[in-house]
């Protein structure tokens, strides 16, 4: 009984509220909430049980707003509160708050002795009593505005949970004197589904923080077998003809559906299992295509604005991608509750943006003629706006942010065509970044330094950079970004303090775009860069050279580890290196580049003209092909008549690529499986000739999963028949061969030669 007076004291729930402050943005957050709880808080709760427990959060909610017409509103609520309820114990400590807080000692001792009573009651009634105020605190902590970080907000989850828990317990206990439990089993499914959606914000929460994904089994088996439990028994009882129950049902089948979309791969851990009650046939459909689960919610409640938003978002996200399907299901949300509804706002945005980035990915991939529908960006923009105004998160701010950015410059030439525009984008990123955890944001700092890049203002472009790599340099699109700047802003400012780039950011900047150019996954992109910006590289080395800085070694490895396009430029490698090989004998400090000339480089430089040199695997004794070719049997004769010749014989002056061809080259007797392998790991690239033979041929499909063993820039998709693409290779863009001879050989040697050393 003490346990419960303590957690019960006056202004219990006020002190729960995750950031109590007077500044104005907290201000406005809490009014926001305050006046979008005041619209829902019937519609919202059909049942009944939990409008208690939101009435005492919109109490709270004015209870902490500074104004003195706000702190006589909490009173006058909470004193209607006591009218229909007199027994709540947290309406009784509310009212202790609100008259202590008016030093109104006389009301706040009244309405305190009121409550001592009530907790020191031992009857059949205090018991619900009891429970029904813990579980009104759950509710308070886990749905009320969120707090500054994921770690905060991950502990407030754990803490309802708690309070859930044990009021569930004390619900359930039976009474002496009737031998039966005080809360009734409709009321204990409701706080069940709060419950389940309070696991569900810890699991989504916990995915965002450091810890190991095998402590998130627990809490995430938790809520699916929860969210099952509530859907049998409203399922039951809609059945007898309680149509409240719908809602309920249908949120659960939403948030079900809403768990399984969002941890993909957390479900594919070789150390995780589905929990027992998904292979219940009312859950097997579900289990195996999770978007099942949103069709059941929309049927059983087809005005669930919710569904339709969790079905949009799920949607969305990268391994369904379907935005098509998202905005049918958002524009429905929206229909259904056009204000208030910032996550299907929030989607649709989303939405508008991916698909008009997919657009642009293939236009600019000359897979289509078609330039990307900037009426998409205008829609996007939109929706962003009411995100805004609705107290947006870094990830969204940071995508309106990238919205107008988009609008701000063409996507033919990527020139600016609207600075207003860019300046918009600006804007919102600079709030994001002012918004808790924006500042570590690598993605925000990114798009912001694309912004000040257009609008020319390249030292804030270059302190963003740097930033985004600081947050996330392993993040793909933040080192893309700054490879595609880097060689650019020394063409700009120079390399040194004096030409304007403070000298620590050019040590740092070639440090940390070494190190990301020289893992695998960047290797596609260090050697256009070093290509198309070789100028600027030798620049920097000879800076580097001439002032014997051993910071500078990152960017003289850069030089010698990739080839060039042109004679002179292998000549100046040529020449770099013999100048590293005099200063070894005064300075260790060029100990990691190679001691002599690489061969490949005397042997190229011996060559008028580069497409006329050998090809790797003729220089490389560790590779024995230059490309490996997978193929369906029903395509060998095309393959080993038309596309050998045109790699091993080509016309003179063409580079002779030594290829692999299973029927021709295998060893006989050898395991072909073993012999597939080999031939792929030692082959410099993989050619898939793709035809609807070819994508239904097990065998080739094991070559396609030993290819993706290599980095992505060695496969080589080769359409030769029209046919639906394997999933594990949709994203590669492709050699079209569809159309028929004359076929594009060029760009297929390009990319060969491009690579080939």
């Not at 039951?236 to 309920?248: D, F, L, M, P, T």
């Not at 829609?379 to 962003?384: F, H, I, L, R, S």
Request: aromatic content about 10%; glycine content about 4%.
């Amino acid at each position: 009984m003490a346990t419960i007076s303590k957690m019960c004291q006056p202004g219990f729930l006020h002190l729960q509220l995750s950031a109590v402050d007077s500044a104005p943005a907290f201000i406005k957050k809490i009014k926001h909430h305050r006046d979008e709880l005041k619209v829902d808080i019937y519609s919202k709760y059909p049942s009944g049980y939990e409008v208690n427990a939101a009435q005492n959060l919109l109490g709270v909610y004015t209870l902490v707003l500074p104004d003195l017409d706000d702190q006589i509103e909490a009173r006058t609520h909470f004193e209607d509160m006591h009218k229909n309820m007199p027994e709540s114990l947290n309406t009784l400590a509310h009212l202790c708050q609100v008259y202590k807080d008016m030093h109104r000692n006389k009301e706040e001792m009244k309405f305190a002795e009121m409550l001592d009573i009530l907790l020191q009651e031992n009857s059949d009634s205090s018991q619900l009593r009891k429970a029904r105020c813990l579980a009104e605190q759950g509710y308070a902590i886990a749905f009320e505005i969120h707090a500054k970080d994921n770690a905060s907000n991950a502990r407030r989850y754990k803490k309802a949970v708690g309070f859930f828990k044990r009021a569930l317990t004390l619900g359930q206990k039976l009474e002496p004197s009737t031998k039966l439990s005080p809360m009734t089993d409709d009321e204990q499914m409701v706080w069940k589904h709060y419950l389940a959606m309070t696991y569900n914000r810890l699991d989504n929460i916990q995915k965002e923080i450091p810890i190991p994904t095998e402590d998130r089994f627990e809490t995430y088996n938790t809520g699916l077998l929860l969210f099952c439990e509530v859907i049998c028994f409203f399922n039951n009882i809609r059945s007898q003809g309680y149509e409240w129950a719908k809602v309920y049902e249908s949120r659960s089948w939403a948030n079900l559906g809403h768990m399984l979309t969002r941890n993909e791969k957390f479900l594919a851990h070789e150390k995780y299992c589905l929990p027992d009650c998904l292979n219940q046939n009312i859950f097997q459909k579900v289990r195996d295509n999770p978007f099942v689960a949103f069709e059941i919610a929309i049927k059983v409640d087809d005005t669930n604005f919710m569904a339709y938003s969790r079905a949009g978002c799920a949607y969305n996200r990268a391994n369904y991608a379907d935005y098509e399907k998202a905005l049918k299901m958002l524009n429905r949300s929206i229909e259904l509750k056009p204000t208030s509804n910032w996550l299907a706002y929030s989607a649709r945005m989303n939405a508008y943006l991916f698909l008009y980035e997919k657009q642009l990915k293939q236009f600019s991939n000359q897979d289509s003629v078609k330039p990307p529908d900037r009426v998409l960006l205008n829609k996007a923009a939109e929706d962003g706006k009411h995100c805004h105004s609705n107290d947006s998160s870094v990830i969204d701010l940071t995508r309106v942010g990238r919205i107008f950015y988009l609008l701000g410059v063409d996507p033919q030439s990527n020139e600016v065509i609207d600075e207003g525009n860019l300046h918009n984008a600006v804007d919102y990123l600079k709030v994001a970044l002012r918004r808790p955890g924006g500042f570590e944001s690598a993605s925000t700092h990114s798009c912001l330094a694309s912004c000040l890049w257009k609008l020319q203002k390249f030292k804030g472009a270059l302190a963003h950079l740097l930033k985004a790599v600081e947050c996330a340099s392993a993040n793909d699109d933040d080192a893309k970004l700054l490879i595609k700047y880097l060689f650019e802003s020394y063409t700009k400012l120079g390399t040194s303090s004096d030409d304007g780039v403070p000298e620590s950011y050019s040590m740092f900047i070639l440090n940390v775009c070494y190190k990301e150019l020289r893992s695998d996954e960047f290797q596609s992109e260090l050697k256009p860069f070093t290509q198309n910006y070789a100028n600027e590289l030798f620049l920097i080395c000879d800076f580097g050279l001439k002032s014997k800085c051993a910071e500078y070694v990152s960017v003289i490895e850069i030089i010698t580890a990739v080839p060039f396009q042109t004679k002179q430029d292998l000549q100046r490698v040529s020449d770099i290196l013999q100048q590293i090989a005099e200063m070894r004998q005064t300075t260790t400090e060029y100990n990691s580049i190679p001691s002599s000339i690489p061969a490949y480089i005397e042997n190229l430089v011996t060559y008028p003209q580069l497409p006329k040199g050998p090809s790797k695997a003729s220089l490389d004794s560790s590779v024995d092909y230059d490309v490996y070719v997978s193929y369906s049997s029903n395509d060998c004769d095309w393959v080993t008549r038309i596309l050998r010749s045109h790699l091993e014989d080509p016309e003179p002056g063409r580079i002779k690529f030594k290829t692999c061809l299973p029927d021709r080259d295998f060893q006989l007797g050898k395991s072909i499986f073993k012999s597939r392998v080999h031939s792929i790991e030692k082959s410099c690239h993989v050619l898939l000739i793709l035809t609807p033979e070819y994508v239904s041929d097990k065998l080739c499909q094991y070559e396609i999963d030993q290819a993706l063993t290599k980095p992505r820039d060695s496969i080589i998709p080769l359409l030769l028949h029209k046919c639906k693409l394997p999933k594990t290779i949709s994203q590669l863009a492709a050699l079209d061969f569809t159309s028929g001879p004359p076929y594009d050989w060029d760009r297929l040697r390009k990319h060969l030669q491009m690579n080939y050393l």
